[in-house]
């Protein structure tokens, strides 16, 4: 049986970040500030000690910081000096790579960490665009609007916050969270991810990558001219065309990944990826302009918006091995290096078969998805009336 396994699951619930723009008055934003630096110095000194001690354990981080921290940040609240010391912890975990390298970890002094707020440090009415949060100079209340597209998230179940202060303004990450619809697949529609087609689906449905090379190449291009110009007016350039760049593939992902879930959501089908990890590491044989490609191959982003976007319209998702996917036939299942005629071509030498390769390879990951125990586990019971899915 091909190995496979589900990436969304019955019962999981579902979480979406909030991006809130606070409007402030000179007071509260002095609070606000005041809190953000003290809660900053809360996470250097924990990641010091840490650092020094050789300590990534939350309890004895706890244990040996708590006291100390309160008697120096006496202002700021106890539950931001707890949420602190959680966020240094988190850090150390990560970087622990970067200890034996010798590079000590932490936010610089010209950056304010973001504050993180639980149900005892906050509240919020997001229907009504205002919270309280706790501060050095005791609770104070912020406004802000939810845009139009914020208002599906109205009757989510608020979690966590953080407060966050990005080019002189002051943002609330708000999470939020709901019971994500029960998984549903009468059947699996084969995906193949790639760089002239974007992806390809067993139906014959293609989205085109020849926009974002194009794209690629252009700045490419730019990007090499203003190097070698090194000016300060060259490398405010290259910031600009970066993020430009950036915007542009973002959106070309958005677009494929809400007509893949679309067209899977409308025939009741699961959706059979490639997992793709470490393919990058498999590229040490082909030339330097493929390398170039695979490198700019924005495919995990791609499945993250694929994944977020079926599992909150209930569309399983499997991913499968990708491994001669696009070598085998899709009707006699010959596997040969040469059934691969061109990037486009492919023709089986046993039984002649002569098709679009990104349309075989998608046969072939359909097949591996139906061979998966989780069309089973999917198909057991299906839901009579499924609860309306937000609009993506």
């Given at each position: 049986?091909?190995?496979?396994?589900?990436?969304?699951?019955?019962?999981?619930?579902?979480?979406?970040?909030?991006?809130?723009?606070?409007?402030?008055?000179?007071?509260?934003?002095?609070?606000?500030?005041?809190?953000?630096?003290?809660?900053?110095?809360?996470?250097?000194?924990?990641?010091?000690?840490?650092?020094?001690?050789?300590?990534?354990?939350?309890?004895r981080l706890h244990q040996?910081?708590?006291?100390?921290?309160?008697?120096?940040?006496?202002?700021?609240?106890?539950?931001?000096?707890?949420?602190?010391?959680?966020?240094?912890?988190?850090?150390?975990?990560?970087?622990?790579?970067?200890?034996?390298?010798?590079?000590?970890?932490?936010?610089?002094?010209?950056?304010?960490?973001?504050?993180?707020?639980?149900?005892?440090?906050?509240?919020?009415?997001?229907?009504?665009?205002?919270?309280?949060?706790?501060?050095?100079?005791?609770?104070?209340?912020?406004?802000?609007?939810?845009?139009?597209?914020?208002?599906?998230?109205?009757?989510?179940?608020?979690?966590?916050?953080?407060?966050?202060?990005?080019?002189?303004?002051?943002?609330?990450?708000?999470?939020?969270?709901?019971?994500?619809?029960?998984?549903?697949?009468?059947?699996?529609?084969?995906?193949?991810?790639?760089?002239?087609?974007?992806?390809?689906?067993?139906?014959?449905?293609?989205?085109?990558?020849?926009?974002?090379?194009?794209?690629?190449?252009?700045?490419?291009?730019?990007?090499?001219?203003?190097?070698?110009?090194?000016?300060?007016?060259?490398?405010?350039?290259?910031?600009?065309?970066?993020?430009?760049?950036?915007?542009?593939?973002?959106?070309?992902?958005?677009?494929?990944?809400?007509?893949?879930?679309?067209?899977?959501?409308?025939?009741?089908?699961?959706?059979?990826?490639?997992?793709?990890?470490?393919?990058?590491?498999?590229?040490?044989?082909?030339?330097?302009?493929?390398?170039?490609?695979?490198?700019?191959?924005?495919?995990?982003?791609?499945?993250?918006?694929?994944?977020?976007?079926?599992?909150?319209?209930?569309?399983?998702?499997?991913?499968?091995?990708?491994?001669?996917?696009?070598?085998?036939?899709?009707?006699?299942?010959?596997?040969?290096?040469?059934?691969?005629?061109?990037?486009?071509?492919?023709?089986?030498?046993?039984?002649?078969?002569?098709?679009?390769?990104?349309?075989?390879?998608?046969?072939?990951?359909?097949?591996?998805?139906?061979?998966?125990d989780a069309l089973l586990?999917?198909?057991?019971?299906?839901?009579?009336?499924?609860?309306?899915?937000?609009?993506?």
């Amino acid at each position: 049986m091909t190995q496979a396994y589900i990436e969304n699951q019955k019962g999981k619930s579902l979480k979406a970040t909030l991006r809130l723009k606070l409007h402030l008055d000179p007071a509260t934003e002095e609070a606000l500030r005041e809190t953000l630096e003290q809660s900053t110095s809360c996470f250097n000194a924990v990641c010091r000690h840490g650092w020094d001690n050789d300590q990534r354990n939350g309890t004895r981080l706890h244990q040996a910081t708590y006291q100390p921290l309160r008697e120096t940040h006496s202002d700021l609240p106890s539950q931001l000096v707890i949420s602190a010391r959680m966020k240094a912890t988190e850090a150390l975990k990560s970087v622990q790579e970067r200890k034996r390298q010798g590079r000590f970890v932490s936010c610089p002094q010209s950056s304010l960490c973001p504050v993180r707020y639980d149900a005892r440090s906050y509240w919020i009415r997001l229907s009504d665009g205002y919270a309280s949060l706790a501060t050095t100079q005791g609770r104070v209340c912020v406004s802000f609007r939810l845009c139009a597209y914020y208002t599906r998230y109205a009757d989510w179940r608020p979690c966590s916050a953080d407060l966050c202060f990005r080019n002189g303004k002051y943002y609330l990450h708000l999470v939020v969270e709901r019971e994500a619809p029960n998984p549903v697949a009468e059947g699996v529609l084969g995906v193949d991810f790639g760089i002239v087609e974007i992806a390809t689906d067993n139906d014959g449905n293609r989205y085109s990558g020849e926009a974002v090379k194009s794209v690629r190449r252009r700045v490419r291009r730019i990007r090499r001219l203003l190097q070698q110009r090194g000016t300060k007016s060259a490398r405010r350039h290259l910031k600009r065309i970066r993020a430009k760049q950036s915007r542009f593939v973002k959106n070309t992902n958005h677009v494929v990944s809400k007509s893949l879930v679309g067209t899977a959501l409308t025939s009741r089908k699961a959706l059979a990826l490639e997992d793709l990890s470490n393919i990058r590491d498999r590229a040490d044989t082909v030339s330097r302009e493929m390398r170039w490609l695979l490198g700019n191959w924005a495919f995990l982003q791609l499945r993250q918006f694929v994944s977020y976007k079926a599992e909150a319209l209930g569309v399983p998702i499997v991913l499968v091995d990708p491994r001669n996917t696009s070598r085998t036939c899709s009707e006699c299942g010959h596997c040969a290096k040469e059934n691969r005629k061109s990037q486009s071509k492919f023709h089986c030498q046993q039984c002649g078969l002569m098709l679009n390769a990104d349309l075989n390879a998608a046969k072939n990951i359909k097949a591996r998805g139906e061979c998966s125990d989780a069309l089973l586990f999917w198909s057991e019971a299906l839901p009579t009336n499924q609860e309306q899915a937000p609009n993506l």
